[in-house]
């Protein structure tokens, strides 16, 4: 999607869907099992630390295998040319616009509206907490 980036969800005044704009609908499908390849051990040490960023990144959740294989691609990609003696701003700018598709960047998830979150501390119910403490009281816990 051309253009600025969106602001975040919460920023907004109102939802998007209350702002006019179509929503458009989502076919979905199903998620396969995903097989993380092991890092290049020869590649350059960026190519490396960005491909172990992918695997710890929120966005990593969303990775299928072949998203996997194109990251890959693009970290030997980004080695050779970190590794050769000549480089070229056009490809530098080539290999950094395909990495915006895997939605590295921040700005580039917020393109297609997706937001990483703090993690949500979990909160326990007041039913389990009264639970536990009639077991405490009738000696049942440990």
Known sequence: MPGPVPNREADLARPRERKGSEIQPVTKGVMRDVEIPG????????????????????????????DWAFAYSL????????????????????????????????????RVRIELHEPEPEVQSAAVLAIADY????????
Not at 135 to 142: M, V
Request: aromatic share 10%; glycine share 6%; net charge neutral.
């Open 39 to 66: 890092a290049d051990p020869d590649w350059h040490p960026i190519a490396r630390r960005l491909w172990d960023s992918l695997k710890s990144s929120g966005q990593a959740d969303f990775y299928q295998n072949s």
């Open 75 to 110: 970290c030997e990609d980004l080695s050779v040319y970190k590794q050769s003696g000549k480089r070229s701003g056009q490809m530098l700018q080539t290999i950094y616009s395909a990495f915006e598709r895997l939605l590295v960047a921040e700005g580039d998830r917020r």
């Open 135 to 142: 077991k405490r009281e009738l000696g049942l816990a440990e």
